[in-house]
């Protein structure tokens, strides 16, 4: 687990995202960093998550890979690991979109090595 709360450091780091967490099909939380009520922001992002994956089913265009959600005072980025496992990632407004994608692309890569998220 230290591995997976370093690497989720690091990437916290080195784009300056606020907060994350990694979270399975059904809601549990694997790990977070930043986060006050992870647990229930883990099981309100598999909500979100499942009921996404429905929609993309139900209209046959592939299954979930990205999900972006923008508020009025920052974005929130989902990004598939592998199996039914994600990782949440929070960023305050003006952050660089296409990077923070691109980034949680990456990461999301990066974590589907390790053998506790296959």
């Not at 399975?24 to 006050?36: C, E, F, M, R, V």
């Not at 496992?85 to 929070?90: D, E, K, Q, S, Y």
């Not at 660089?96 to 974590?111: F, I, K, Q």
């Amino acid at each position: 687990m230290n591995e997976i709360t370093t690497i989720l450091n690091n990437f916290l780091v080195n784009t300056k995202a606020s907060a994350a967490l990694i979270l399975n099909g059904k809601g549990k939380l694997i790990t977070s960093l930043n986060l006050d009520y992870g647990d229930s922001i883990a099981a309100m992002s598999a909500a979100i998550l499942s009921m996404s994956e429905k929609f993309l089913i139900d209209l046959e265009k592939g299954s979930l890979k990205q999900l972006y959600l923008k508020s009025s005072e920052g974005v929130i980025i989902g990004n598939k690991i592998s199996g039914s496992n994600f990782v949440i990632v929070f960023s305050k407004e003006g952050s660089n979109l296409g990077l923070l994608m691109h980034s949680t692309e990456e990461l999301s890569t990066e974590l589907s090595k390790n053998s506790l998220l296959k």
